[in-house]
């Protein structure tokens, strides 16, 4: 069962990314494309440093705050220069492109002989169970933090600015700070999951991003109706459904390559594994 | 709710279903772990297989059972497809082509890896600071030599070219490599190089239109995957303007390209897997070591040979 354990691992890895869109989706209502190329970010600052043996502290650090730049800007193009936010988003996300090829100097970098995250405390002498441990503690940490976040004064003024803008504004919250803070934490932590990716795959390469952010989209949706299903209001708990639906992608996935589907249709099985997850509450609900 | 506890029973069933496939299988298990799917990659993987077969390693006769698995162009999904393979016990793992090798060398350290369509490890940068590669690497690898004699092919066919030009895929470390050497071959030989960047094969006919507007005399197609996976409207382009289509893979100028020198994709991949048949006859990795390509060609396309009125003498095959 190792290999199921492995797609619980990556699984794990894109929780970040997932909250991340969970964030930006709700301040936004729209998909933030800015992820694709934060992520790749996250990943290429987590590889040039690693392989230049910077401690591991600061490449956290680094990645989160990276990310969060690139989101910053694109909520800076959004409000302040009235760009369209998707348009926004994509812009930032194709310069982002040279960015990484500029951060990496090439377009891959494996890592060889380096410590990671993985490495730095060893609990474990089997190399999977240190990496779930590891992976768990940091997605509980980010998941408590994040649940914490949203339920401050701050957190809910950011969640109203999604659901309705005006009535925020007549309240006098700074909507459009808002959103560039909302957007660069959203990235910090999409970055984030390049970071853990990046050690978990044991390279950074300049497309690792590539379709990313639907990746991230499908986890919240799943989230989102695990969360219906079970008429969860508990911000905490809809953020857990988030992560499981990050976890339940990998493993759809991990069960299509294992069956041993025709590599051509691997793509259209996993969409329908997806759908086949998605509509059964659905199914339920409407016989009721 | 109960949905869902049959979705889960029909996972967990399915899961348990591979399980019983593996135990059922003592003949040795071979995983094949490709990236994406092209005309010139699938060459390499029928080259492989065809060498096991020689070997006498085939699949109907239940002397081997291959896994394939495909990633396609997917990164996440390419992780997860060589977690599947390592997960079934394979003897020997193929890798094709770069980004498949490196992901395996990642994955795993103990079984061996053939590779191919793969540059030599120190260039994708899996050398450690002794300059060793991984131990369980093995299969056959490319170095940026052709390139010279590629560039040098150019000048003797066509005496009077001055302006190549060329497009690279900087997301490719092999692509970016291969176009220095192209530069400083092309200045050896007083040619002058005229070079545009693409990232994907979306981009390439814009790229490509854009280089032909500079007037070159030469298209010269580095062998990366843009141009593997765009190569026909490469040519459409080059076609229209009356400019020859030069590389180094003979898949490409079978799809069009007007000659080549250079590593063919097949033999690749063939003396990949007679090097695997070697490992499976003798079961130990002894003796074994990462090899540089044997079979380069020269080849010419007659068809597109014709259309430009050109000659190729006896060192050049015809291919179409």
């Known amino acids: 069962m190792n290999f199921y354990l492995t797609a619980v691992l990556l699984g794990l890895g894109f929780a970040s990314l997932a909250l991340g869109i969970f964030i930006s989706m709700r301040i936004f209502n729209i998909p933030d494309i800015t992820t694709d190329g934060s992520f790749t970010f996250g990943g290429a600052i987590t590889a040039i440093l690693l392989v230049n043996h910077v401690s591991l502290p600061v490449i956290f650090l680094a990645a989160f705050f990276g990310g969060a730049a690139t989101g910053a800007i694109t909520g800076f193009i959004h409000t302040k220069l009235k760009v369209n936010a998707l348009l926004s988003g994509i812009l930032v996300m194709t310069a982002l492109y040279s960015i990484n090829l500029a951060v990496m100097q090439r377009s891959n970098i494996p890592l060889m002989e380096v410590s990671s995250v993985f490495s730095s405390f060893k609990l474990f002498q089997n190399e999977l169970t240190q990496q779930f441990f590891v992976l768990i503690i940091f997605v509980i940490l980010i998941w408590q933090l994040i649940s914490w976040m949203l339920k401050t004064d701050f957190g809910l003024a950011m969640r109203a600015t999604g659901n309705n803008e005006s009535m925020i504004r007549a309240l006098g919250v700074n909507s459009n700070r808002m959103k560039i803070i909302g957007l660069g934490l959203a990235n910090g932590l999409t970055a984030l999951s390049g970071f853990l990716i990046t050690q978990i795959q044991g390279f950074a390469d300049i497309n690792m991003g590539i379709g990313i952010v639907i990746l991230g989209l499908g986890s919240v949706m799943i989230g989102e109706i695990f969360s219906k299903t079970f008429r969860i209001r508990s911000i905490a708990i809809q953020l857990a459904f988030v992560i499981a639906g990050s976890i339940v992608f990998r493993l759809l996935l991990a069960f299509a390559l294992s069956i041993g589907i025709d590599a051509i249709y691997l793509k259209l099985v996993v969409a329908l594994f997806v759908l086949t997850i998605v509509s059964i509450p659905n199914l339920k609900l409407s016989r009721d | 709710m109960k949905k869902i506890a049959v979705i889960l029973v029909l996972f967990i069933s399915g899961c348990s279903q591979s399980q019983e496939n593996k135990e059922k299988a003592k003949i040795p298990v071979i995983g094949f772990l490709d990236f994406l799917q092209d005309e010139t990659l699938s060459q390499a993987k029928k080259g492989f297989f065809d060498a096991l077969n020689d070997s006498g390693y085939r699949e109907n006769d239940q002397t081997v059972h291959i896994i394939y698995r495909n990633a396609q162009n997917d990164q996440p999904t390419l992780v997860q497809a060589c977690d599947y393979l390592i997960s079934q016990n394979p003897v020997l793992i193929a890798t094709c082509p770069t980004l498949s090798t490196i992901t395996a060398v990642k994955r795993t350290q103990s079984i061996p890896l053939f590779m191919m369509v793969s540059p030599r490890p120190d260039l994708m940068k899996l050398t450690n600071e002794f300059g060793r590669g991984p131990r369980n690497l093995f299969g056959t690898f490319e170095t940026l030599e052709y390139i010279d004699t590629a560039v040098a092919m150019i000048k003797t066919v066509l005496p009077g070219a001055k302006k190549v030009g060329t497009i690279f895929n900087q997301s490719e470390p092999q692509s970016v490599d291969a176009l220095n050497r192209v530069q400083k071959a092309c200045e050896q030989l007083g040619l002058q190089l005229e070079k545009l960047p693409v990232s994907n094969s979306n981009e390439a006919q814009l790229v490509v ?102 000659a190729f003498d006896s060192t050049f095959t015809s291919v179409k």
């Open chain 2, 209 to 310: 239109e854009a280089l032909l507007r500079k007037k070159i005399d030469a298209f010269f197609a580095l062998p990366d995957n843009t141009v593997f996976s765009g190569m026909e409207v490469i040519v459409k382009s080059c076609d229209r303007a009356s400019v020859p289509v030069f590389t180094s893979e003979e898949g490409l100028v079978k799809r069009g390209a007007l000659a080549a020198f250079g590593a063919d994709m097949y033999q690749w991949g063939y003396q990949s897997g007679a090097q695997a048949a070697k490992f499976l006859r003798s079961q130990t990795t002894e003796g074994l070591s990462p090899q540089q390509v044997t079979v380069r060609k020269r080849v010419y396309n007659s068809e597109k040979a014709k259309q430009f009125g050109l």
